[in-house]
Structures are given as structure tokens and as C-alpha cells.
């Protein structure tokens, strides 16, 4: 069965810094490009950071620069390290198999908030 658990979010101040996990499990991460999502209540949800597997990354206008996507795969996880956070930084943050095409069924997600 294939898994995704996104983890790393809470509370913190704007210009601070987080760092997202998303462990996969039943697949192998290898194989697959990545993307990290976000959503806020009330709006699609968006693609923030893509990695292929061959660790080519982009990213959308509103968060380069500031954010940086990462793979581990000896690990099976994807890592997304956010700084200087701002207040439209808040979401529910998700990772997927797929940049821009996601192709699993979302996990729970990880709460981020960026308010002082």
C-alpha cells in the first residue's frame, strides 16, 4: 500500500524557517519525480517545488529563492526547507508523486502557519 506522510509544520514568526518531511512507503521513491503542494481553505491547491529524479527542481514564482526541494531516496523521502516565511506562506502543505499531475491519493498533510 502506498503511503505519503507529510510532517515538520507548526507556528512560526514571519522570516523564520521550517523544514517539511514527506516519507513515502510502497513505492520506490527512485522512480518518481516529486512535487510539495499547498492549499488554503477555499482555493486550489498549487504546486510550490518539484524534484525529478534526476534531483532537477523548480519552483513557483512566489516562493524562489526561499525554498529548496530535496529527495533522499536511500531514505524514500522528499524534503522541503522553507525560510524567511512569510504570513501567505500558510497552508496545508502535501507531497505527491507527479509535478503538476499528481498521481496518488493525497496524505493528511502538514499544517504550516506563519504569524507572529
Known amino acids: 500500500q502506498v503511503q505519503l506522510v507529510e510532517s515538520g509544520g507548526g507556528l512560526v514568526q514571519p522570516g523564520g524557517s521550517l523544514r517539511l518531511s514527506c516519507a513515502t512507503s510502497g513505492i520506490m521513491l527512485r522512480f518518481y519525480d516529486m512535487g510539495w503542494y499547498r492549499q488554503v481553505p477555499g482555493r486550489q491547491r498549487e504546486l510550490v517545488a518539484g524534484v525529478t529524479t534526476g534531483y532537477r527542481t523548480n519552483y513557483a514564482d512566489s516562493v524562489k529563492g526561499r525554498f529548496a526541494i530535496s529527495r533522499d531516496n536511500a531514505k524514500n523521502t522528499v524534503y522541503l526547507e522553507m525560510n524567511s516565511l512569510k504570513p501567505e506562506d500558510t497552508a496545508i502543505y502535501y507531497c505527491?508523486?507527479?509535478?503538476?499531475?499528481?498521481?496518488?491519493?493525497w496524505g493528511r498533510g502538514t499544517q504550516v502557519t506563519v504569524s507572529s
Open positions: 505527491n508523486v507527479g509535478i503538476g499531475a499528481p498521481q496518488l491519493n
